[in-house]
């Protein structure tokens, strides 16, 4: 049974990886790289475990009724703690990377990082919850994960193409949205799931629907129109220049 657990614990991230790696047109990442920022993504499970301590620590008192406990559980201890770790993950792990030149790259990075941190979140969930919290969460919070790194990936390469062409303001906004918007899609999920009630559970769950079709139309637009995206002037991968050196 736990072999069977495990497998399920790990197949929904798995899926959207080989998702997110065939949707990638121009040039695929290398398998390497991918994995690499797949274990960023779990390892920045740590640093976000002991912010969410720390935040769950020094909560206000004034946070009393369960609404209010609910978001700032949702938006401060949860999203912007996880958020936050996997966005400098991420940048650790890609940011000056020679293979980072065409826009649909962020989001793949973006996309690996997030089901990296889900997978390990997943393993730990499934194997103490058992059979319905694995289907639950591969419907639900896996995917939700995957949707942040998506919006967070859009931002990424908004802004690293930004740093290359110089515009360093719009650069640095495009990293705040990098960390922002994932935070509030996080963090209006989590709030949601945390609130439990009836009513609650049908706006989380109109809530991810509404998330799967943003975060597909996204992801079939922007891998579309790649080939036009290009960090640099010239049109051949840089990869491919790189190795020529």
């Given at each position: 049974m736990s072999n069977q657990l495990m497998f399920l614990a790990l197949l929904p991230g798995i899926l959207i990886i080989i998702f997110i790696f065939r949707k990638d047109k121009v040039e695929h990442e290398p398998y390497g790289l991918l994995a690499k920022l797949v274990l960023f993504g779990a390892i920045s499970c740590i640093p976000a475990v002991i912010l969410e301590e720390a935040m769950t620590y020094v909560m206000p008192p004034t946070?009393?009724?369960?609404?209010?406990?609910?978001?700032?559980?949702?938006?401060?201890?949860?999203?912007?703690?996880e958020e936050v770790c996997k966005y400098l993950l991420l940048r650790l792990g890609s940011?000056?990377?020679?293979n980072f030149n065409y826009r649909f790259d962020g989001i793949v990075y973006g996309v690996c990082v997030a089901?990296?941190?889900?997978?390990?979140?997943?393993i730990l969930y499934v194997m103490d919850g058992g059979l319905q919290v694995a289907l639950m969460r591969g419907v639900l919070a896996v995917p939700l994960h995957a949707f942040c790194g998506v919006f967070m990936g859009?931002?990424?390469?908004?802004?690293?193409?930004?740093?290359?062409?110089?515009?360093?303001?719009?650069s640095r906004s495009a990293k705040v949205k990098a960390v922002l918007v994932p935070l509030l899609i996080h963090g209006i999920y989590d709030?949601?799931?945390?609130?439990?009630?009836?009513?609650?559970?049908?706006?989380?769950?109109?809530?991810?629907?509404?998330?799967?079709?943003?975060?597909?139309?996204v992801i079939n637009r922007f891998s579309?129109?790649?080939?036009?995206?290009?960090?640099?002037?010239?049109?051949?991968?840089?990869?491919d220049i790189w190795n020529k050196k």
């Open positions: 946070i009393v009724d369960n609404v209010s406990l609910a978001m700032y559980e949702a938006f401060v201890v949860a999203a912007l703690c940011w000056n990377n020679v089901v990296g941190f889900a997978l390990l979140e997943n859009v931002f990424y390469s908004e802004a690293k193409k930004a740093a290359i062409r110089g515009n360093s303001g719009k709030t949601f799931a945390m609130i439990g009630t009836s009513t609650a559970t049908i706006m989380l769950l109109v809530f991810v629907v509404i998330m799967y079709i943003a975060a597909v139309k579309r129109d790649d080939a036009n995206n290009g960090f640099y002037s010239y049109t051949e991968p840089l990869s």
